[in-house]
């Protein structure tokens, strides 16, 4: 009896043995997990910092060229009116031309 206890004692030791080695392994495995989401949480701190300077960028550039554009529509349609002017001394000028030329009053 004495040796079935001592047995079971001498498994029940090595069992705990293996228990702890297991324990120690997973400590390390969640120690690299750790480190591992730290990687991942700058790598997205640093793409997120990264997107927004770019978003604020392009944002900027957008409003820059919606102003020269506006610009650029406002030059043409000061054109349209002093061609639309232009067009319009002409014809009177040139009915009254062709009204002598022609005898029409």
Not at 54 to 71: A, C, F, M, V
Not at 77 to 90: C, L, Y
Not at 97 to 105: A, N, P, R
């Amino acid at each position: 009896m004495a040796a079935t206890a001592r047995i079971t004692k001498i498994k029940a030791e090595t069992d705990i043995a293996v228990l702890q080695v297991q324990v120690k392994n997973l400590d390390e495995k969640f120690d690299g997990l750790k480190e591992d989401i730290r990687d991942l949480r700058t790598s997205v701190d640093t793409q997120t910092e990264f997107s927004k300077t770019l978003i604020e960028h392009l944002q900027t550039d957008r409003s820059s060229n919606r102003h020269s554009l506006g610009r650029k529509v406002e030059d043409l349609e000061k054109w349209k009116w002093m061609v639309m002017g232009g067009a319009a001394v002409a014809g009177a000028l040139g009915f009254h031309v062709v009204s002598k030329v022609f005898g029409i009053q």
